[in-house]
């Protein structure tokens, strides 16, 4: 199917353990992000990439890991799960609008993270 | 600092009059000003963009205003429904960074019938 996808839509793992989150999208977007939601903080931009092999950090990136060899894959590893993490990840997928200014963004249905 | 804040408590509207939510921004120079909504336990999806020169924006029954001086954007539902029930997010584009947008924490909107 066409669009952005996410797996697994849930996760539960225990602290100290490496997860990895996946995200692929069929659009052939340039930019792929990964935010995260927590009540009271909104979206939280974790790691963004431009292009395959290039990826920068947000916000939020301490605890995490992104690497982009494809243009349609965005795997986020948590190298070492704290209950800190414990969230809801959203990947997300735009193109470049004018001047390179990103016009919307496409978003995954999310990754529900529990970490014990 | 930098703050981009949205109306914190919940807005419970009757169906049929308008909603208007409120995004407040400090200390950033916005490009582009952009609402989602989000629906439980789904991602957000992308709505309405106003540009930074652009006073208005509208589509269908949706109006977005867009005041740089105020540093403020007003977000209108006009005869809103039920299935306009839902959390209602703004995010910012900005000059400083072409590659980032900074989200507001949203407003949780209920129309009831």
């Known amino acids: 199917d066409a669009g952005i996808t996410q797996s697994p839509r849930y996760k539960i793992t225990e602290t100290g353990r490496q997860v990895t989150l996946m995200c692929h999208q069929t659009?052939?977007?340039?930019?792929m992000f990964w935010y995260r939601q927590d009540l009271g903080h909104g979206l939280r931009l974790i790691y963004y990439?431009?292009?395959?092999?290039?990826?920068d950090k947000g916000e939020v990136p301490d605890g995490y890991v992104v690497s982009r060899s494809k243009t349609e894959n965005f795997p986020l590893t948590l190298e070492s799960a704290t209950r800190s993490q414990t969230s809801v990840y959203f990947c997300?997928?735009?193109?470049?609008?004018?001047?390179?200014?990103?016009?919307?963004?496409?978003f995954g249905p999310g990754t529900r993270l529990l970490v014990l | 600092s930098q703050k981009i804040e949205q109306n914190s408590e919940a807005l419970n509207i009757q169906e049929g009059k308008t909603a208007t939510l409120t995004c407040n921004y400090t200390n950033y120079s916005p490009a582009y000003l952009q609402w989602y909504r989000q629906d439980p336990g789904r991602g957000p999806v992308f709505l309405l963009l106003i540009r930074e020169n652009e006073k208005e924006k509208r589509k269908e029954r949706l109006k977005v205003t867009f005041d740089t001086t105020l540093k403020q954007s007003l977000f209108h539902i006009t005869a809103s429904q039920p299935a306009d029930s839902a959390t209602y997010l703004c995010?910012?584009?900005?000059?400083?960074?072409?590659?980032?947008?900074?989200f507001g924490s949203g407003t949780r909107l209920s129309i009831r019938p």
């Open positions: 990439s431009a292009a395959a092999d290039i990826t």
């Open positions: 995010a910012l584009v900005l000059y400083s960074s072409a590659s980032k947008i900074i």
């Open positions: 997300a997928s735009s193109d470049p609008g004018l001047a390179g200014v990103k016009e919307t963004q496409y």
């Open positions: 659009w052939s977007h340039s930019y």
